[in-house]
């Protein structure tokens, strides 16, 4: 029976899964072989070739690749070494097509000040989810966030700050009020791909003195990009929110850092 793998792929898409998917090119398969095999994140098979043995050997290499943390662009492989017979033939060089499909990424913004608003606008644009989050009303409503896909509003951040559904793959943008360190006290003990903190230098420095003090981790303090942002002379809000953005792509494409500040000492 064949599958229906457009389906299959807006189903899963539609449930924020991971996955890859695998188009081979081979000109022996024939009905009731399949040209695609989808593998999820959690083990899930959609499709076969045909032959238990080349079935393995695909899923095999689209289980490592599902798992990657590199570029999901298409990706060739050769199988050479298989040669089964299907069909009173051999297949003795197979070409497929892997793709990774991943979750549109997390951009949490904590503070609906006028940076984290500049923040929304600029990354409306940019194939983000976008989480506001704030204890005031006034700020954190669809009202002044009508591009956010949710708003976490409520009396007490730190409640506001559990609601978050913190992973690996979310992006962290602080940019509460001054002085106010309740935000990446709570945010350093969740995960994260990027969390960064809006400040001046020496707010930061007297900021991360007093969490060493406390005995918060150093290899952790470091991971945060404080003060937040590229360093290119930003000085309104909306120039702040590049300087963020470009640094959070960077991140989410895997670039170098030559322009990122040192973690405050």
Not at 240 to 245: E, P, R, T
Not at 250 to 260: E, G, I
Request: net charge negative; glycine share 6%.
């Amino acid at each position: 029976m064949s599958v229906d793998f457009f389906k299959i792929k807006q189903r899963l898409i539609a449930e924020g899964r991971t996955f890859a998917v695998a188009t081979i090119e081979a000109p022996l398969l024939v009905p009731p072989a399949d040209g695609k095999i989808i593998l999820t994140d959690d083990g899930q098979v959609f499709g076969s070739t045909g032959s238990a043995d080349m079935d393995e050997e695909i899923t095999t290499r689209l289980r490592e690749f599902v798992h990657e943390k590199g570029s999901n662009a298409v990706v060739i492989q050769c199988l050479s070494e298989i040669r089964k017979e299907i069909h009173g033939k051999h297949v003795q060089l197979l070409k497929i097509f892997m793709e990774r499909f991943e979750p549109t990424p997390l951009l949490v913004i904590i503070g609906a000040g006028d940076v984290g608003l500049a923040v929304a606008r600029l990354a409306a644009d940019l194939d983000f989810r976008i989480l506001v989050v704030d204890e005031r009303a006034d700020l954190a409503n669809p009202q002044r966030f009508p591009m956010a896909d949710s708003i976490l509003c409520e009396p007490d951040l730190l409640k506001a700050l559990s609601l978050i559904p913190f992973d690996e793959s979310c992006y962290v943008v602080i940019a509460f009020q001054a002085n106010d360190d309740r935000a990446i006290r709570y945010c350093l003990t969740q995960p994260w791909a990027y969390c960064g903190v809006l400040g001046s230098r020496n707010r930061i420095r007297a900021l991360w003195e007093t969490l060493r003090g406390e005995g918060a981790p150093e290899q952790r303090l470091g991971a945060v990009h404080a003060p937040i942002g590229f360093d290119i002379g930003a000085q309104t809000p909306q120039e702040i929110a590049i300087a963020i953005l470009a640094e959070i792509l960077a991140v989410r494409n895997k670039k170098s850092f030559s322009m990122c500040s040192p973690p405050p000492q």
